[in-house]
């Protein structure tokens, strides 16, 4: 499927993996779309040492994609061709640490906060072009989050589920069976639904204070509350800074080292 110059470029994208990946498909013998996408993931996967394909009979068709033999929580059941090629592509590269789509570290700390478990769905059209953005949204949050599933649905060669479920309009995403959006949308706001919907581990978020450095370290740290595993430390008295440190060391504790 994939011409020899796309290959090539393929290669040169995948040449930094460092973890061993498989497109782990089942799929009915019967499925008119099956060697279609055999013929896709056995493409993608022969650019790399790094990449390979298990294929089995199956229910549907649908591939999820396995790390170190451990499954990472993306599932296609889709032939992920047109705009949701670079979908696949970026969810390889996002899971070995290399992808371009990664969040700031803010943003990465409450999606690895978010309770869970949280199965995730979208419902997309290959020719859909708002739909990567959310594919690729909802993948990183499965990567960031084990307590995170996403799978990515093709609508076309999925019309009876489509019609169950009553999706409008794509990208369609659902969180265990809830719609929550509908249309163009970024990480940012789905994240926030999320967080709505499932809250928050409060220990998974860094609650910490940025640099009261006017105010001086005893009344920063007051403000934080009566709280036993801080060690306040009064910036009037800068003598005694190694002290106040090797005391950190003995408590290794949660504290925070405000200056």
């Not at 949701?84 to 996002?94: D, G, K």
């Not at 959310?134 to 993948?139: H, S």
């Not at 409060?202 to 920063?220: F, I, M, Q, R, Y």
């Amino acid at each position: 499927m994939l011409d020899s110059a796309m290959k090539d470029q393929l290669s040169g994208i995948f040449s930094g993996l460092v973890s061993q990946y498989v497109f782990d498909i089942q799929v009915a013998p019967d499925h008119e779309s099956r060697q279609e996408l055999i013929d896709l993931l056995g493409d993608v996967a022969s650019c790399s040492d790094h990449l390979s394909c298990s294929v089995a009979d199956g229910e549907g068709l649908q591939f999820t994609i396995v790390k170190d033999g451990m499954p990472t929580g993306i599932r296609f059941r889709a032939v992920p061709n047109g705009h949701e090629f670079t979908s696949l592509l970026l969810a390889v590269l996002n899971c070995d640490g290399k992808g371009k789509n990664i969040p700031d570290e803010s943003i990465c700390a409450r999606v690895r906060a978010l309770n869970g478990p949280i199965k995730l769905t979208t419902y997309v059209s290959l020719t859909c072009t708002n739909c990567p953005d959310v594919v690729q949204a909802l993948n990183v949050m499965a990567t960031l989050n084990s307590r995170i599933t996403h799978e990515t649905v093709d609508g076309a060669i999925n019309q009876k589920e489509v019609e169950a479920m009553k999706v409008q309009g794509v990208p369609s995403v659902f969180a265990d069976g809830k719609l929550i959006n509908v249309g163009r949308s970024d990480l940012g706001e789905l994240l926030s639904k999320l967080e709505a919907q499932y809250g928050i581990n409060e220990g998974g978020v860094d609650n910490s204070v940025e640099k009261p450095v006017k105010k001086g370290l005893k009344k920063a740290v007051s403000e934080l509350g009566d709280k036993s595993d801080y060690i306040t430390f009064d910036n009037s008295n800068t003598d005694n800074i190694a002290g106040f440190i090797e005391e950190c060391k003995k408590r290794m504790g949660t504290f925070i080292l405000l200056y």
